[in-house]
């Protein structure tokens, strides 16, 4: 089966405020029968996804690509694969996740039996970023049908060919009594906040999380934010430059800098930074050639308005390589600045764009500071060869992921919850993780008849009293 790339306008309906109304109406009443409960119906729905995967992984390259310029590559690694992935690892361990699992129970419950029972939330909200259009709506729909939930999607508007490709593919393959995709923008978000939804799953910048948790506090909603910020990189000086090098443009430079846990910025220590920028302008040449703008393998800025926001950044500052920019194709090439000022825009907000400030500090001490005077990153990168150095940024920091010696590699290991702290957000998913986010843990106790020892009714004596807590 394959399908073309559709419009919104190819589906007038699922952007109607009325049919937003409906489809939450329609979702909740199917998630009361219990369908969604059984490991049937989870695992069906995920075979199905896998299915859709399978069958139109050229469609969702094509649409990745006329979104964000992505490449093949790219898209398998960072959307494609790492969903098959996902997919695969969910079904793997879903029996045992799903499992009941009995827990002790203290004396004064004797005899009776404790459980721990996961139960699906019921019908959940899932809201995603344009900058991996596909993975940050279908990975926490993953995990929502996993834990037995319905579904509303609002994929980004801003990455509008993989949204409506995803309102046209999602009902081909999977339950529509218990998924529904709404496409739009603020209007259609809007709206969809106002419903009493079970959980609301929001990826994005801090504005708009804010807005998120005040609708879902209307209803007393829980919330998972998947935020951003500006997740540091300390280069100490005893390093491998060349691999740090290497990592650091592939960790940044991917997706044209516009990843969540891209390198904000590095901090180098004195007297290296020169070092340093010279690898990173030869590992710069041998990934992306002179030319990155020819190269099939570096993306775009999604649009104009992120463009000149983009561009803004460079204006009057110490430009050490790239610089260029061409507006036509939203096109930045890879830029690094040497020592910016820290109260420029470039060093106040997140910049989620092909632009890496190298900031020099005297030491580790230093480095840490910095990264302590700011917000908690989601991401946080320390390259040192020194394991004390290394223990030293770990326990002194806080982040929603570290990674050692490497840029974003946490990402592919399912056992790991991915997540921010403080205000690069709350919960987290990926794996047993969204399985856990998207599921109440049931505390149960079952108690039998046979014995009923009456030392907790009234009337109280100094009897009862003393065996009580004799019995805790
Ligand atoms: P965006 O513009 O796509 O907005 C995110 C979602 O919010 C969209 O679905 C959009 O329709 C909705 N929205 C926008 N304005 C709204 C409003 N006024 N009311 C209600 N809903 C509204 O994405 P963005 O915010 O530009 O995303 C970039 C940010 O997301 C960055 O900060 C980045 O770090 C962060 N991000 C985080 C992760 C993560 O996993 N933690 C992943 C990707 C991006």
């Known amino acids: 089966m394959t399908a073309t790339v559709s419009s919104i306008e190819d589906n007038p309906k699922n952007n109607s405020l009325i049919w937003i109304d409906e489809s939450f109406a329609k979702l909740k009443a199917y998630h009361a029968t219990g369908a969604t409960r059984s490991r049937e119906w989870r695992v069906k729905q995920l075979k199905q996804l896998d299915k859709l995967v399978d069958e139109h992984q050229e469609d969702i390259q094509k649409a990745l690509n006329a979104d964000l310029g992505k490449c093949e590559m790219e898209s398998w690694i960072s959307e494609i694969g790492y969903i098959k992935s996902e997919i695969k690892h969910t079904l793997k361990h879903l029996k045992r ?40 709506v279908i990975a926490p729909l993953i995990a929502a049908i996993s834990a037995g939930n319905c579904a509303i999607l ?32 603020k209007d259609q ?16 910048g801090e504005t708009v999380g804010k807005i998120v948790m005040r609708a879902a506090a209307e209803h007393l909603t829980p919330v998972t934010l998947e935020l951003g910020g500006k997740s540091p990189c300390i280069v100490d000086a005893d390093t491998n430059l060349s691999v740090t090098a290497a990592r650091i443009v592939w960790g940044k430079w991917m997706n044209a800098g516009q990843t969540c846990v891209a390198p ?6 004195e007297g290296h930074e020169q070092a340093l920028i010279g690898e990173l302008k030869n590992q710069l040449k041998k990934q992306y050639s002179d030319d990155p703008l020819a190269s099939d393998d570096y993306g775009k800025i999604v649009n104009q308005r992120h463009f000149v926001r983009l561009a803004s950044y460079l204006e009057d500052q110490p430009i050490a390589h790239g610089g260029h920019s061409n507006l036509a194709e939203c096109y930045i090439e890879p830029t690094i600045l040497l020592n910016p000022s820290l109260d420029s825009a470039v060093m106040q907000e997140e910049i989620f764009g092909p632009i890496l400030p190298i900031i020099t500090v005297k030491n580790i001490d230093a480095a840490v500071e910095f990264v302590n005077q700011r917000a908690k990153p989601l991401a946080l990168y320390v390259f040192s060869k020194s394991k004390a150095k290394q223990d030293d940024v770990l326990t002194r920091t806080s982040a929603g992921s570290v990674c050692v010696n490497d840029g974003m590699m946490f990402m592919v290991n399912p056992e790991l919850p991915f ?54």
């Open 97 to 136: 996740w799903m499992k009941v699992k009995k827990v002790s129970s203290p004396m004064l419950a004797q005899p009776g039996k404790s459980y721990l029972h996961p139960e699906p939330l019921g019908t959940v909200l899932i809201i995603g970023a344009w900058n991996y259009p596909f993975q940050l």
């Open 154 to 185: 609002k994929p980004s508007e801003l990455s509008e060919r993989t949204s409506s490709l995803l309102a046209k593919l999602v009902p081909q393959y999977l339950d529509n009594d218990a998924i529904a995709v709404v496409e739009g923008a």
């Open 189 to 204: 978000t809007s709206r969809l906040l106002k419903q009493p939804f079970d959980h609301m799953f929001y990826t994005g």
């Open 264 to 269: 904000d910025y590095v901090l180098v220590m």
């Open 419 to 472: 997540g921010g702290v403080g205000h690069s957000g709350m919960g987290s998913y990926h794996g047993k993780w969204g399985f856990d986010t998207f599921s109440h843990l049931k505390s149960v106790m079952k108690r039998s008849f046979w014995f009923d020892l009456d030392v907790r009714y009234a009337p109280f004596s100094k009897t009862k009293l003393s065996l009580l807590k004799r019995l805790q």
